[in-house]
C-alpha cells in the first residue's frame, strides 16, 4: 500500500528541514534545495525557532547542495531577525553552488560562518 | 452368502486336480479377486470357485482389527454345512491364541497340511463339545490351512476340507492353496488400502469443500475433476459439479481475462497451463470482468503441481483462487487519486493537466473519461476525452463538436453542473439513449460510444461549480456502478482545486507578464560604435513578477550606462522594488553619479522601504570611449569575451542591496577593445540545471565560445539556448542577458 504523497506544490521533497535544540543554540539543517519552493518552510521553521529559544541559531547547511535567491532571502532575513533581537546567528558551509552564491552575493563577509554546527562561536 | 440352501454338489474330486485345473482354479480366482473391491463378496465367490474342484468345505477366516478371528467366506459341497458352520463359528469363535489350526497358521503365517485327521486330532483344537461333535458327524478327514499374506503381514488364512472318504490332500495341493490365499491376501489388502484412501479422499473434500480459498484440481488435459463450493461461487456457476462438466477453456471463456496492466490473456498464460507446459508459474494476479454482468473481479491465482511419487509426473495441478477485489480496488483508488493528485499540481495549465487527468482514468477507472468546465459565460466546455482507441477519441470528439451542450439540457452533464449532484446512470438502453438523443444521428453516436454505465460528477472550486467530469464504461469493460462514485467524487474535487488554481494562476502571470514588460526597456538605445542587445526570458510554472530586469541608457554626461540586476521578492512588491530599482539608477546616473555611488543610492531607497528583506543584485557597467568601469552589489561579474572566444569575468564582488548594512561596493576599470564583447547576465544562466547539474560559469563561459562565429544576436540567442538545452527546456529562473560589442569600424 503506497501512502498518499503530501500534494504540497511539486509533489516530490527536495528540501529536508531537521532541527535540533541544544543547551545554548537552536541548529536548523538543511538538505537538497533552497528555492521558491522551499523558502517558505524554512521561514515557518525560523519563525518556530524564534517562539521556542532565545539562544544561538545555527543553519547547517553542510547537506545543502543548492540556494537561490529566494533562500538567500530567508538565510539573510534570519540573520537580520536574530541581530535585531540581540540573538547569535551562524551558519556552516554549503556545497561549491551554495559557497560562490553566498560570495557573489557578497554577503559572506557579514555573515559568521563555522565548521561544524556545534561549534562554539568566536 | 446366500440364504436357499446350495445344490448338492458332487464330493470333492478324488483325484488330485490336474495341472489345468489348478490353472484354470488360478485364472478364475484372479479374475474374480480382480472384479470387485468389495472383500466380503470376492471371498465369498473365492471359497465358492474352490469347492467342489479342490475341497468339500472352504472357509475363509480374517483377522479383525481387535486381533479376533472371523469367517468371512464358507462354501460347502453339502447342503446346510455351510449354514451350520456359521453359526457354529459365532457361538465358539476362534481365538487367536488357540490350537486350531487356523489360529496356528495365522500366528505362524506358514501353511499347514493335516493331510489324514484322526478324531483325537480334532478333538485337540476343538472349541467345545458342539464343535467336536460337529467335525466328527461331518467327517472332516484331511485339511490344509493356508495363510493370507499381504506385505508381510497375515490378515487371515483359507482352509480347505475333505469330507468322508476323499482323497487326502497332498503337499501339492496345500501349493495351490496357498497360491489362492496368497491372491485372496493380495486383494484384501487393495480393497483395504483402497477404503483407506476413499476415506482420506472424503475427508480430504469435506475440507477442501469448506475452505473459504476457491480451489480446483486440473489435469493435464485440462478438465476439472476437484473443485470447492467458493470455486463455483467466484467461477459464477450453481455448484463445483458444473465446473467438473465444463471442457477445458469453457469456464474461463465467461470471463474477460486481463493481466494488472489490462492486456488480455489466454488459458495459456494461467500458472497452472504453464506448469503442465513445463514452466515455472509464478502467482498471478489477474483482472477478471464476468461478461455478462460487467463485474470487475481481481484475482490471485496460485498454481503447484501434483507429481506422481513414483514417475515424478505431473498429474495434477491445484489452483487456488484469492479473491482480492476489495483490497485492490482501494489500493487501485488510493494510487490513482495521488498519481492524479501528483498531476495535478504538475502544471498550471488546466486544459493540458486535465487532458492527462482524463487520461490517467482510462482504463484504470472507466472506459471513458470526458472532462467539461463551465465557463465564464455559463458555456460548457469539452477540455478533455480519452479513450484508449484513438478512433474512439475522435468519435467523441465529433460528438461533443457537433452536439455541444447548453447548460439548460434537461439531462446530463448541464444538470450536473447545475445542481451539483452527481449522477450515476446504469443500465443504459436504447430507450435511455433515444430519450436523451437530439436526433438520429446523435442516438447514432451515442449507440457508438456503446456505454454500459455512466457517472457525472461536478466539480466544484472554492465558490462554485467549474464543471464536471464524466465516467463511462462500455463494451466488455467492467462496468461502473455506484460504488465508483466516492473516487469519482475524489477526482472532481481534486480537479475542481486545480482548475480554481490554473485560472488564478493564468490570471496572476497576465498581470505578472503585463508588469513585466512595463519593468523592461520597450527599446534599447542605439550606442554609435557599438551593438546592444538584450535577453530575457521568464522562468516558466511558477513564474512570479518581479526577478530579473535590465536597462541601458545615456548618462547625463554622454556615458553609456548598462544595467542588470535580480529583485527577489513575490508579487507586487517586488514588482515596486524593480521599478524602484530602475528608476533610482536612472535618477542617479542623470546626476552624473559614479556606478558604485549609484549602488550606494540605490541601497539607501531600499533600506527606505518599510518592508525589509527585499534583496536586490546589480551590475552597472558604465562605458566611456572603450573604457569600462564595473560595479557589483551580489550580482555575478560580467563577462568580456574576446576576439577569439576567450571570456574573462569583471569587477570585484561586492554585497547586494537592501539586507545587509554597510555594504561593500567596489569600482573596477578596463579598457574593451572593438570586436569585444560585454556580457551582463543573472544567475538564472549559470544556474540552468537539471537534477544537480549547474551550467555553472565555465558552462556560460564554453557557450560564449561561440562569439567569434556569430553576430551578437547570434550569440545571445546561443546562450540562452544553451541555458535552456540544460534545463531540460525547463528554466526554475529568470535568465536574463544584456550585451554590448564594440565594432570593428569605431576603430
Known amino acids: 500500500m503506497t501512502a498518499l504523497p503530501s500534494e504540497s506544490v511539486?509533489?516530490?521533497?527536495?528540501?529536508?528541514?531537521?532541527?535540533?535544540?541544544?543547551?545554548?543554540?537552536?541548529?536548523?539543517?538543511?538538505?537538497?534545495?533552497?528555492?521558491?519552493?522551499?523558502?517558505?518552510?524554512?521561514?515557518?521553521?525560523?519563525?518556530?525557532?524564534?517562539?521556542?529559544?532565545?539562544?544561538?541559531?545555527?543553519?547547517?547547511?553542510?547537506?545543502?547542495?543548492?540556494?537561490?535567491?529566494?533562500?538567500?532571502?530567508?538565510?539573510?532575513?534570519?540573520?537580520?531577525?536574530?541581530?535585531?533581537?540581540?540573538?547569535?546567528f551562524a551558519l556552516t558551509k554549503g556545497s561549491e553552488q551554495v559557497r560562490r552564491l553566498l560570495s557573489i552575493a557578497g554577503v559572506d563577509d557579514h555573515l559568521r560562518v563555522i565548521d561544524a554546527p556545534d561549534d562554539v562561536l568566536v | 452368502m446366500p440364504e436357499q440352501a446350495a445344490p448338492e454338489r458332487e464330493p470333492a474330486t478324488s483325484v488330485h486336480p490336474g495341472g489345468d485345473v489348478a490353472m484354470a482354479l488360478l485364472l478364475e480366482a484372479g479374475a474374480v479377486l480382480a472384479s470387485s473391491l468389495d472383500p466380503s463378496t470376492t471371498m465369498g465367490q473365492v471359497a465358492e470357485l474352490t469347492v467342489p474342484r479342490l475341497a468339500d468345505l472352504c472357509v475363509i477366516d480374517l483377522l479383525d482389527e481387535d486381533d479376533g478371528i472371523h469367517d468371512v467366506a464358507v462354501a460347502a459341497s453339502r447342503p446346510g454345512l455351510a449354514e451350520e458352520l456359521e453359526r457354529l463359528r459365532l457361538e465358539h469363535p476362534l481365538r487367536r491364541d488357540g490350537e486350531h489350526p487356523v489360529a496356528q497358521v495365522i500366528r505362524s503365517g506358514e501353511p499347514m497340511l493335516l493331510s489324514r485327521m484322526d478324531n483325537a486330532l480334532l478333538m485337540s483344537f476343538a472349541q467345545g463339545s458342539r464343535h467336536a461333535r460337529f467335525m466328527i458327524s461331518h467327517n472332516y478327514r484331511s485339511a490344509m490351512v493356508a495363510p493370507l499374506v499381504a506385505r508381510g503381514r497375515t490378515l487371515g488364512a483359507l482352509s480347505a476340507l475333505r469330507l468322508g472318504d476323499g482323497t487326502p490332500f497332498e503337499?501339492?495341493?496345500?501349493?495351490?492353496?496357498?497360491?489362492?490365499?496368497?491372491?485372496?491376501?493380495?486383494?484384501?489388502?487393495?480393497?483395504?488400502?483402497?477404503?483407506?484412501?476413499?476415506?482420506?479422499?472424503?475427508?480430504?473434500?469435506?475440507?477442501?469443500?469448506?475452505?473459504?480459498?476457491?480451489?480446483?484440481?486440473?489435469?493435464?488435459?485440462?478438465?476439472?475433476?476437484?473443485?470447492?463450493?467458493?470455486?463455483?461461487?467466484?467461477l459464477q456457476v450453481p455448484d463445483p459439479q458444473a465446473l467438473l462438466d465444463a471442457t477445458p477453456g469453457e469456464t474461463m471463456a465467461r470471463f474477460v481475462v486481463l493481466d494488472e496492466h489490462g492486456r488480455e490473456l489466454d488459458l495459456h498464460a494461467m500458472p497452472g497451463r504453464r506448469l503442465f507446459a513445463g514452466e515455472s508459474a509464478e502467482p498471478l494476479l489477474v483482472r477478471n470482468i464476468v461478461r455478462s454482468s460487467g463485474e470487475e473481479r481481481w484475482i490471485v491465482v496460485r498454481s503447484s503441481?501434483?507429481?506422481?511419487?513414483?514417475?515424478?509426473?505431473?498429474?495434477?495441478?491445484?489452483?487456488?483462487f484469492e479473491n482480492i477485489t476489495e483490497v485492490k480496488r482501494v489500493q487501485l483508488a488510493e494510487s490513482f487519486m495521488s498519481e492524479a493528485s501528483r498531476v495535478l499540481v504538475s502544471s498550471l495549465d488546466y486544459g493540458d493537466t486535465l487532458q492527462r487527468v482524463a487520461r490517467l482514468a482510462v482504463p484504470t477507472i472507466a472506459s471513458w473519461c470526458a472532462v467539461d468546465v463551465l465557463g465564464e459565460h455559463g458555456e460548457i466546455e469539452r477540455v478533455a476525452v480519452h479513450h484508449s482507441d484513438p478512433e474512439m477519441v475522435a468519435l467523441a470528439q465529433r460528438l461533443s463538436r457537433d452536439y455541444s451542450l447548453s447548460l439548460d439540457e434537461p439531462l446530463g452533464v448541464p444538470e450536473v453542473i447545475r445542481s451539483g449532484e452527481a449522477r450515476v446512470y446504469?443500465?443504459?438502453?436504447?430507450?435511455?439513449?433515444?430519450?436523451?438523443?437530439?436526433?438520429?444521428?446523435?442516438?447514432?453516436?451515442?449507440?457508438?460510444?456503446?456505454?454500459?454505465?455512466?457517472?457525472?460528477?461536478?466539480?466544484?472550486?472554492?465558490?462554485?461549480?467549474?464543471?464536471?467530469?464524466?465516467?463511462?464504461?462500455?463494451?466488455?469493460?467492467?462496468?461502473?456502478?455506484?460504488?465508483?462514485?466516492?473516487?469519482?467524487?475524489?477526482?472532481?474535487?481534486?480537479?475542481?482545486?486545480?482548475?480554481?488554481?490554473?485560472?488564478?494562476?493564468?490570471?496572476?502571470?497576465?498581470?505578472?507578464?503585463?508588469?513585466?514588460?512595463?519593468?523592461l526597456p520597450g527599446s534599447l538605445p542605439t550606442v554609435p560604435g557599438a551593438e546592444v542587445s538584450a535577453r530575457y526570458r521568464a522562468a516558466g510554472e511558477l513564474n512570479e513578477v518581479g526577478g530579473d530586469f535590465y536597462d541601458a541608457f545615456q548618462a547625463e554626461d554622454g556615458a553609456w550606462m548598462l544595467v542588470i540586476g535580480d529583485v527577489c521578492g513575490k508579487g507586487s512588491r517586488a514588482a515596486g522594488v524593480t521599478a524602484l530599482a530602475r528608476h533610482t539608477l536612472r535618477a542617479a546616473a542623470l546626476s552624473e553619479l559614479a556606478p558604485r555611488e549609484m549602488l550606494l543610492m540605490l541601497h539607501r531607497a531600499l533600506q527606505a522601504q518599510p518592508a525589509d528583506a527585499d534583496l536586490c543584485t546589480v551590475c552597472v557597467v558604465r562605458l566611456q570611449e572603450n573604457r569600462v568601469t564595473v560595479a557589483l552589489a551580489g550580482h555575478p561579474q560580467p563577462l568580456l569575451i574576446d576576439r577569439d572566444g576567450k571570456s574573462r569575468p569583471l569587477g570585484r564582488p561586492g554585497t547586494l542591496l537592501g539586507a545587509l548594512d554597510p555594504v561593500d561596493i567596489h569600482e573596477a576599470g578596463e579598457k574593451i577593445a572593438p570586436g569585444q564583447t560585454l556580457l551582463l547576465y543573472t544567475d538564472g544562466v549559470p544556474e540552468a540545471r537539471q537534477g544537480n547539474l549547474l551550467l555553472g560559469e565555465d558552462g556560460l563561459c564554453r557557450l560564449a565560445g561561440a562569439a567569434p562565429a556569430l553576430s551578437l544576436d547570434g550569440l545571445l540567442d546561443h546562450i540562452e539556448q544553451g541555458a535552456l538545452a540544460h534545463a531540460g527546456g525547463n528554466l526554475r529562473d529568470d535568465l536574463a542577458l544584456l550585451a554590448l560589442r564594440l565594432t570593428e569600424e569605431s576603430q
Request: glycine share 6%; no cysteine; aromatic share 2%.
Open chain 1, 10 to 88: 511539486g509533489g516530490e521533497e527536495h528540501l529536508r528541514i531537521d532541527s535540533r535544540t541544544a543547551p545554548d543554540r537552536i541548529v536548523i539543517a538543511l538538505h537538497g534545495e533552497l528555492d521558491l519552493l522551499g523558502a517558505p518552510l524554512l521561514q515557518q521553521e525560523i519563525e518556530q525557532a524564534d517562539v521556542d529559544s532565545r539562544g544561538i541559531l545555527v543553519l547547517d547547511l553542510q547537506g545543502l547542495e543548492f540556494v537561490d535567491s529566494a533562500g538567500l532571502r530567508v538565510i539573510l532575513a534570519a540573520h537580520e531577525h536574530a541581530r535585531q533581537h540581540g540573538r547569535e
Open chain 2, 305 to 320: 503441481p501434483v507429481l506422481d511419487p513414483d514417475s515424478g509426473e505431473m498429474l495434477y495441478v491445484v489452483n487456488v
Open chain 2, 171 to 234: 503337499q501339492k495341493d496345500l501349493g495351490l492353496a496357498t497360491e489362492i490365499a496368497h491372491r485372496a491376501a493380495l486383494a484384501i489388502d487393495n480393497a483395504r488400502l483402497y477404503s483407506d484412501v476413499q476415506r482420506a479422499e472424503r475427508r480430504l473434500q469435506a475440507v477442501l469443500g469448506n475452505l473459504a480459498e476457491a480451489i480446483t484440481v486440473i489435469d493435464s488435459s485440462g478438465r476439472t475433476v476437484f473443485a470447492n463450493q467458493a470455486a463455483a461461487e467466484l
Open chain 2, 426 to 519: 446504469t443500465d443504459i438502453d436504447v430507450d435511455a439513449l433515444a430519450r436523451y438523443a437530439r436526433d438520429d444521428r446523435h442516438l447514432q453516436l451515442l449507440a457508438a460510444i456503446g456505454a454500459t454505465a455512466v457517472i457525472i460528477v461536478p466539480m466544484i472550486g472554492a465558490d462554485r461549480i467549474t464543471g464536471a467530469i464524466t465516467l463511462v464504461s462500455s463494451g466488455l469493460d467492467r462496468r461502473l456502478s455506484a460504488e465508483d462514485l466516492p473516487l469519482a467524487e475524489r477526482l472532481a474535487r481534486r480537479s475542481g482545486t486545480a482548475i480554481e488554481n490554473a485560472r488564478l494562476y493564468t490570471e496572476r502571470s497576465r498581470i505578472a507578464h503585463t508588469l513585466q514588460q512595463a519593468l
